[in-house]
């Protein structure tokens, strides 16, 4: 069975920074376009940053010039660095993996909370 498992949530001051990190098993990411998502308390689970297998990654308007999506390859897990966080970034937040062919993300993990303090 596929899993992807994120990790690095955590409590954060706002202007602090964290790292999550999206581990997969049965799935290699290398060949799949990768996401993060997130979702607060009452909203909707909203896009947060992709990256193709081929071309540039893409950001939310929210995020841009503060987070960064990145892969390893040899780790098959997928990063999303998060600076400059502010309290409106709490959230639970989410991996997903979609074919290149498709649209449809395949693939979540569990969610990691991530809570920024004011």
């Known amino acids: 069975q596929v899993q992807l498992v994120e990790s690095g949530g955590g409590l954060v001051q706002a202007g602090g920074s964290l790292r999550l990190s999206c581990a997969a098993s049965r799935v290699t990411f290398s060949n799949r376009n990768m996401g993060w998502f997130r979702q607060a308390p009452g909203k909707e689970r909203e896009f947060v940053a992709s990256l193709r297998v081929k071309g540039g990654p893409y950001y939310s308007d929210s995020v841009q010039g503060r987070f960064t999506i990145s892969r390893d390859n040899a780790k098959n897990t997928v990063y999303l660095q998060m600076n400059a966080l502010k309290p409106e970034d709490t959230a639970v937040y989410y991996c997903?993996?979609?074919?290149?062919?498709?649209?449809?993300?395949?693939?979540w993990g569990q969610g990691t909370q991530v809570t920024v303090s004011s």
């Open positions: 997903a993996a979609r074919e290149t062919y498709s649209n449809t993300y395949t693939y």
